[in-house]
């Protein structure tokens, strides 16, 4: 039982599930509670749980997020001006690999980096049935290669990608 709990946090917090700490934290705190006799105890166990489940979650995402963006900057870096293009990832753990269409729209070439405006599709679906939403973005070339450049605002439109 331990080990299927275990292993369904797991699973939870790879997939960036955001109630992955809650749940987390309150297993553990209920079974710290239990097994000492003192919900202080319990409580104690349910917060520290809740952070570094916390802390866990957002720090997949990061690296996910990071991933797929240099992926996209990998193939945007490699593509002449105007072209398109497929790009995708593929995680080690295959939960939440994305793919889309890429184009590059300007270049940007100024005495202190040579960057690119960028726009690019999250898709779902293959084929016919294949439909994505476009956003737009900026790498920059960093050393031998090019990396992420925009910053965007926190918003849940993009998911992990943000």
């Not at 079974?31 to 809740?50: E, M, R």
Request: proline letters at 2%; charged letters at 20%.
């Amino acid at each position: 039982m331990r080990r299927s709990l275990a292993a369904l946090g797991g699973l939870m917090l790879l997939a960036g599930c955001q109630s992955a700490a809650r749940i987390s934290a309150v297993i553990t705190g209920g079974a710290a509670g239990a097994a000492s006799g003192n919900p202080a105890v319990g409580f104690a166990a349910a917060v520290a749980t809740d952070a570094a489940a916390s802390w866990a979650v957002r720090y997949v995402a990061r690296v996910r997020q990071g991933a797929e963006q240099d992926a996209i900057a990998a193939v945007a870096g490699q593509m002449p001006m105007g072209a398109e293009a497929d790009w995708k990832i593929e995680h080690t753990i295959p939960i939440g690999d994305e793919h889309g269409r890429l184009r590059i729209v300007r270049d940007i070439d100024t005495q202190l980096a040579t960057c690119r405006e960028i726009a690019f599709s999250v898709d779902s679906g293959k084929g016919d049935k294949r439909k994505g939403s476009w956003f737009v973005g900026d790498i920059c070339r960093q050393a031998a290669q090019w990396k992420w450049a925009s910053a965007e605002p926190a918003v849940a439109r993009w998911g992990y990608l943000q």
